[in-house]
């Protein structure tokens, strides 16, 4: 991708006028620095260009991007990484572009430096080097962070952030279902219209920087320098972050309204963060071929993040869960990375977990895709952009990519048939792992993978289970030859599946983390729903084990819980739930009135054994 812009450096600089154009001039000065130790960058190259401007019918700029820019200057900065250069004026208020590049550093891409007759304030860029190690990432992040000063923090206090609505999506499509027909969308436009675009976070409050439209791409890239660019430049994680906020935008784009308003934004773009908006460009995330609310936060508790309906939406006034439910919004497994309460991160917000309902610690609201962990899913397990938003955004679809057919390593062509009831004697393998991880938990596998096929003959709960093996073996229900898709719940030996289809087939993986290739014995069962609504609405409802030790899973997702004894003594409720853990109640039987997805309330009687 520098390549591309070297060709247009060379290109622009062909085009270069002997002269300059009549007219006023400005003065542009600044400096270039080290970010991590301050110290100045000597001979650092800074390619000036010159922004193709055009207006709207109301006088609003329009900033068309680099490629449409035609080179004004080349300066190189000094001894004390000092540069300086007087520029043409075409009309009161001007717009330019720099690059700038240096040995052994990320090139440095300054995208909306304003030029006006009042004169232009000093540009002060911080380089970050092309390939930092683990201390120097570190050391960018506590930096960027210190960044992150009391005037943004107000600035997100005053402005928080707001679940999104019920109704914004149908909800009727069954999680199991596969999807029909290409992911394509078109409506993603060129430019798109801020307004007070400014450094940091941008909220309803600004109340000056940039209005007028700009280049879509580099805003994205800006966003993604101003929302990760400090903790990673793995182009994989900042690729999923560019969709996410490209994602973000396009809803508030289809509503009419200023797309920067809710995102953290830098003017200075380094080339991972660049390119990974320009390499996805057009890419977003859709449900049921609509633009989903891509929320995202810094940090959920490390083990799952939350669902729409638990969000801390105003942790930096309140800490309290409340929301909407949103199908695309669930709970999902995050990467395991350490949570705020081991960090220096503030606020950071005592909450219920939504899946294990354990008490957890997040930084942001927590629901969506979860910044923290997309790093270390890039860094660590070299999951690719496609799986990580699959990861966090549960099933939806990235449009205009080529997400199914990226990353999805599991040979399914020969897998064994399992028929229910029936166990079946697995080999020995010496094979190597393909797959390192699962969309329905955080482990790291390390294989063989072997994989089975099932098809039920009615609707119910599937669940696999191994015995008679040797080292870590796991096994996991797919609703699709994909490891993302991942369904239900996983333990040490068995997966549980509520809310399985008749006549859907079903793959089974049994894989390991510690490489074992040890036989093993699988069983798959089927188990009939029964109805237990208390209405004359046909719809099906279940809960399973009953009795039950502990965990009890429901046939589908129930927006709310609430526990009784017998004698009608409230004991606990849950919020957007496919399973609870009654393992802390006494022995007995208790009442449980659930609330599902359509607002039909069932009565169920358990007994916690």
Known sequence: MQNRFLLILLLACQSVHARQPPGDSVSLTGTVTELISGLAVHRAEIAVFQRKVTFTRQGEPEIHGIQESSLMVTLLTDDQGRFATTLPLRRHTDYVYLVVSAPGMETLYKNLVVLTRQGTEAIHLQMTPAFPSAAEEQA???KTQAAYDQQTRARIAADGDHPPETAHVPTTESPSQPRSGPCNYTGVPILVYVKNLVNGYNGSQNGNGFTGFINFDEYVAGVVQGEIGGITTNLDTKKAQAIAARTFSQNRHELNLPVNIGQ????????????AALQTSEEVVLYNNQIIDAKYAARCNGDYTQHATMGTWSPYTTCNTYGNFIPYLQSRPCSGHINCSKTSETPCCSATISTTNKPGYIFGHGVGMCQRGIEQ????????????????????????????TLNVPLSCADAVLLTPGVTYAGPASTAGSTTEAYGCNNWTETGPERVHLVTPDTNGILT???????????????????????LGTVTSNAAVFTGALKNHPYYIVVDADDGSGSAYELLVTIQTTVSTADTDQETAFSVFPNPTNDLLYFSSTANTVEAYDLLGRFQ????????????LFPQGVYVLKVTDRSGIRHTVRVMRQ
Not at 264 to 275: F, R, V
Not at 385 to 395: G, I, S, V
């Open 140 to 142: 960018i992040a506590e």
């Open 572 to 583: 606990q409720s849950w919020q957007a739930v496919q399973m609870i853990d009654l393992g």
């Open 377 to 404: 899913l890039g860094e660590i397990y070299h999951l690719d952009y496609c799986a990580m938003l699959k990861r966090y955004y549960t099933n939806v679809c990235i449009a205009n990519a080529d997400c199914d």
């Open 464 to 486: 696999a289970t191994i015995s008679n093996f040797t080292g870590d073996l796991d096994v996991y229900i797919l609703g699709s030859c994909n490891p993302e898709d991942c």
């Open 264 to 275: 953290a934004y830098n003017d200075a773009p380094n080339a991972s963060s660049l390119n």
